[in-house]
């Protein structure tokens, strides 16, 4: 799973999806990957923090900038979804938020095919109807996820994460 994952995010070439340089080889056998640098912190430490700066709902300037790498993140997953990729593991936690406003998705690591769209990558990536356990963040999963049902898994377990994010910004938990 490390190097699939590894070659998703090599493959997905998009601003707002972490890059793969390179997956590396140690001598013992171990892997290792390079990435970029982020200076920065994961989105679910950067909102925790803006509400903890004002004790209650975020203001309209703060909310507009959580909504807006909101924005990023699904266009992320437009992009991933289209190159037959499902992230299947969204949560602010799995996403870097950029010193500058730079958004980056993460983890990709519960990847799978996205049976919807006839493009395939060129290497092999697990296709949704062998997951038959649930797989995920417990705290986040829709029910295809938490029942282990492969086969309901597509863009729209997608979209129920990228709802319980804007949950999460909305509500601050």
């Known amino acids: 799973r490390f190097v699939e994952e590894a070659l998703i995010s090599a493959y997905l070439n998009h601003p707002n999806i972490i890059t793969v340089h390179d997956l590396i080889k140690g001598s013992d056998g171990s892997l290792g990957l390079t990435m970029p640098l982020i200076h920065g912190v994961s989105w679910q430490e950067k909102l ?6 004002v004790q209650g709902a975020l203001p309209q300037s703060k909310l507009t900038e959580h909504l807006d ?3 990023k993140v699904c266009q992320a997953m437009s992009y991933a ?6 992230h299947n593991d ?20 519960c990847a799978t095919l996205n049976p919807q769209v006839s493009i395939r990558p060129p290497f ?17 999963m829709p029910p295809e996820l938490a029942l282990g049902e492969g ?14 994010m ?8």
């Open 166 to 173: 804007l949950y999460e910004l909305i509500e601050g938990v």
């Open 81 to 86: 979804h289209h190159n037959g990729i499902l």
């Open 90 to 109: 969204l949560k602010l936690e799995n996403v870097m938020v950029g010193n500058f406003g730079d958004v980056f998705v993460m983890d990709w690591g």
């Open 151 to 164: 086969e309901e898994i597509g863009p729209w377990t997608d979209t129920y994460l990228l709802g319980a």
């Open 69 to 71: 790498c909101l924005i």
């Open 124 to 140: 092999r990536v697990q296709h949704p109807k062998g997951i038959k356990s649930p797989f995920g963040s417990p705290c986040y």
């Open 48 to 53: 925790r923090n803006d509400f903890a700066a």
